[in-house]
C-alpha cells in the first residue's frame, strides 16, 4: 500500500525559510488532492494549504502571501515552500493526499520550530 513520506523541517529562526516535501513511496492512483495541515500542541490539527490535481491552491489567512503550496506533475509529490516564518508557524506538519473513493492518505508529519 502507498504511503506518504515527508522530508524537510527542522529549527529556524524568524523570518526565516523552510521547504516541506511529502512524495507517494508507491503506486498512488488517482489523486484528486493534496494538502498540508498542522498542530501545535493542544490544538486541533488545521488546514495550511491544499492544491487540487489540477492545480488550484487555497491557503489558510494565517499563511497567506507567506507560503507556497506546489506539486509535481505526476501528481505523487507535493511541497510547501515557508517563508517569513513566524514563532506562531511552530507546529507538527502533516501532508494529506485524497484518493481514489475520496480515501485520506497521510504522511508521518514533521516539526516546524521558529524560534530565536
Known amino acids: 500500500q502507498a504511503q506518504l513520506v515527508q522530508s524537510g523541517g527542522g529549527l529556524v529562526q524568524p523570518g526565516g525559510s523552510l521547504r516541506l516535501s511529502c512524495a507517494a513511496s508507491?503506486?498512488?492512483?488517482?489523486?484528486?488532492?493534496m494538502g498540508w495541515y498542522r498542530q501545535a500542541p493542544g490544538n486541533q490539527r488545521d488546514m495550511v494549504a491544499t492544491?487540487?490535481?489540477?492545480?488550484?491552491?487555497d491557503y489558510s489567512d494565517s499563511v497567506k502571501g507567506r507560503f507556497t503550496i506546489s506539486k509535481n506533475k505526476a501528481n505523487n509529490a507535493a511541497y510547501l515552500q515557508m517563508d517569513s516564518l513566524k514563532p506562531e508557524d511552530t507546529a507538527n506538519y502533516y501532508c494529506?493526499?485524497?484518493?481514489?473513493?475520496?480515501?485520506?492518505?497521510w504522511g508521518q508529519g514533521t516539526l516546524v520550530a521558529v524560534s530565536s
Open positions: 494529506k493526499f485524497v484518493v481514489q473513493g475520496y480515501r485520506e492518505v
Open positions: 492544491i487540487t490535481a489540477g492545480g488550484s491552491a
Open positions: 508507491g503506486n498512488m492512483f488517482a489523486v484528486y488532492a
